[in-house]
């Protein structure tokens, strides 16, 4: 049986909720910085409901939470720092019900609204043709050009890029054979650009990799180039070449499927080269500015192509 609930509580910022807040420090053994993201979550909750002159925590309904999330979302809060104010609440409302305080959680079933994909920037094309056409000034530096080439020549990914072996490269045929999600394999184009930097790197890496070591992109140790590596190289390369942008290995990807997109149309053709099993994945991945879309409607479609306008009034007029 419930315990019965106080007719009125406070929502101020002392009381039950300084006791929760102690409840974390000294039971929960929850950081400082901890206990301060949830006593700042709680007291904006606070704040609000005493501006609606709400009867006290254990009246909280679930009705007033909704209206609560929706003023959030008005003041900007992004979906995923909305959930975490749930999740706060939530916890708070385990203590008052463990404490009597509440006779029920009006926050479990209340759910945050999903924050649209925030996607990486784009390089411009021409800064991007500056940055991979700057000369390299070390070997560490032909191995740097090498990768961020293939990586924007192919769309790969960071982990596709770092575990890539010698022999997955085809110079010949132009080339290279990735592994991707769920040990996928796909045979991707490599471009001329990049078969040049590749050509220029082997020598400098067969000076550094003993012939037992597989990977192509190796440290200056010669074993594996690890993830951390090529991100902290290619925000070096960024910074010295004098990009006007941080670079990180996703927007060269992100750059190759929406320079691609924009070029050809073909979503299809990148969701392959992609590696996505679903196109709806490539759809918020890549994107096209609207003017972009509208100029391939008109252009393409049987029912949208725009006719000389002097030419349809004339025959409207003669007809």
């Known amino acids: ?20 807040i102690q409840h974390l420090a000294s039971e929960k053994r929850l950081s400082p910085l901890t206990c301060t993201n949830y006593q700042r979550d709680l007291q904006r909750l606070a704040a609000w409901l005493m501006e609606q002159d709400s ?13 609560y999330v929706a003023h959030l979302s008005r003041q900007g809060l992004s979906g995923r720092s909305i ?4 999740s706060a609440i939530r916890r708070f409302y385990q203590y008052l019900l463990r404490e009597r305080l509440a006779s029920d959680n009006p926050a479990l079933d209340i759910r945050a609204p999903k924050s649209r994909r925030r996607l990486p920037g784009v390089a411009d094309v021409d800064q991007l043709n500056y940055l991979l056409d700057a000369a390299p000034d070390d070997p560490l530096e032909i191995r740097d050009r090498c990768m961020f ?14 575990s890539l072996d010698i022999d997955a490269v085809d110079r010949q045929a132009g ?3 990735v592994v991707g999600k769920g040990g996928k394999a796909r045979l991707l184009p490599v471009g001329r650009k ?27 140790r010669g074993d594996r180039l690890s993830h951390r590596s090529i991100q902290a190289r290619l925000s070096r390369w960024g910074i010295v070449k004098g ?14 499927a929406s320079h691609l997109l924009e070029s050809s149309g073909d979503l299809r053709a ?50």
């Open 1 to 20: 049986m419930s315990a019965p609930v106080p007719a009125r509580q406070s929502c101020e910022l002392g009381g039950p909720l300084a006791d929760f």
């Open 55 to 67: 009867p006290g925590w254990g009246r909280v309904s679930g009705h007033d939470l909704r209206r």
């Open 83 to 86: 959930a975490r104010h749930l």
């Open 149 to 162: 080439e293939l990586m924007y020549s192919s769309g790969l990914r960071l982990a596709e890029l770092a």
């Open 175 to 177: 080339e290279a054979r």
């Open 194 to 220: 990049a078969l040049q930097a590749i050509a220029q790197w082997l020598p400098v890496r067969s000076q550094l990799a003993p012939e037992s070591e597989r990977a192509l992109f190796v440290s200056r």
């Open 243 to 256: 990009a006007d942008q941080k670079l990180h290995p996703h927007m060269l990807r992100h750059s190759f």
């Open 270 to 319: 990148v969701q392959e080269l992609l590696g996505h099993a679903d196109i709806a994945t490539t759809q918020v991945y890549t994107h096209l500015d609207f003017q972009h879309l509208a100029r391939v409607y008109d252009q393409s479609h049987p029912r949208a192509r725009r006719r000389n306008t002097a030419t349809h009034d004339n025959q409207e007029g003669n007809s």
